[in-house]
């Protein structure tokens, strides 16, 4: 199931590998050097290396945690942040800790009320990116609106509230993730629906689509986290299988 396609014209993807994660499905996903934090609906996250999936920060810790859509993690890999999908709590997990002690940091205002479609998907993105000049988290919320919403760490205060292009919407049924290229600062857009993803700059108040990408995926499968290990290295994972595509990127 192997393929290469254009993201951009700066930016192809080869799948190298794909691997079933050891756990029922993964809705979200983020990367650290010899590791991944992935959530199983639920159950909170699971911290997977090569040889030990265990369940690293339940709903035992706080009820919340067994609600997660999206994990991001900052550059220098010392901060994790869990996204509750139906109230919108941001949690701050330090990974310099023996054990996680998450902490809710604030609640992103919800756009919409329609129930399980709230928030999907969470990133960070780095002062040198982000439009207001300061390191912020990057929030999607999956349908009725489909929107991408910025917010200034670590208060949480809310600089952008980005409604999908008629273009976008095209493309995307819906958002179940999104994360930061690490070298050009672009937003890539996950769809679980329609089983792509897109590639967005914000330009000012708005979201400008640079180029789409379609996954090689069975008809059912459901991908629905995203996260770049590296900069060469793109993952996805699916919800259904908890199926892991490892991508090489190339600019």
Do not use: C
Request: net charge negative; hydrophobic share 40%.
């Amino acid at each position: 199931m192997g393929y290469t396609a254009a993201v951009a014209s700066d930016l192809k993807l080869t799948l190298k590998r794909e691997r079933h994660l050891p756990m029922r499905g993964a809705s979200a996903v983020a990367a650290v050097d010899g590791a991944l934090f992935v959530v199983e609906d639920d159950q909170g996250i699971y911290r997977v290396t090569e040889r030990r999936a265990p369940l690293w920060a339940s709903r035992d810790l706080h009820p919340a945690l067994g609600d997660l859509e999206g994990l991001a993690v900052d550059e220098k890999q010392t901060m994790l942040w869990a996204l509750s999908e139906e109230d919108g709590a941001v949690f701050a997990i330090s990974l310099d800790t023996k054990s996680p002690r998450p902490t809710i940091i604030g609640h992103l205002p919800r756009p919409g009320t329609m129930k399980n479609k709230g928030f999907e998907g969470l990133a960070f993105l780095p002062a040198r990116f982000s439009p207001s000049g300061r390191a912020s988290l990057v929030a999607v919320h999956e349908d009725k609106p489909r929107s991408v919403g910025v917010f200034v760490l670590p208060d949480l205060e809310q600089t952008h509230d980005l409604t999908l292009p008629d273009e976008a919407k095209e493309l995307l049924k819906d958002l179940s993730d999104v994360t930061v290229d690490p070298v050009t600062g672009q937003l890539l857009l996950l769809s679980d629906r329609s089983q792509r993803v897109v590639l967005a700059r914000i330009a000012g108040k708005q979201l400008t689509v640079s180029a789409s990408h379609d996954l090689a995926l069975g008809r059912d499968e459901k991908p629905e986290g995203l996260d770049f290990a590296s900069p060469s290295l793109l993952l996805v994972v699916t919800d259904d299988a908890a199926k892991l595509l490892e991508m090489e990127v190339r600019r």
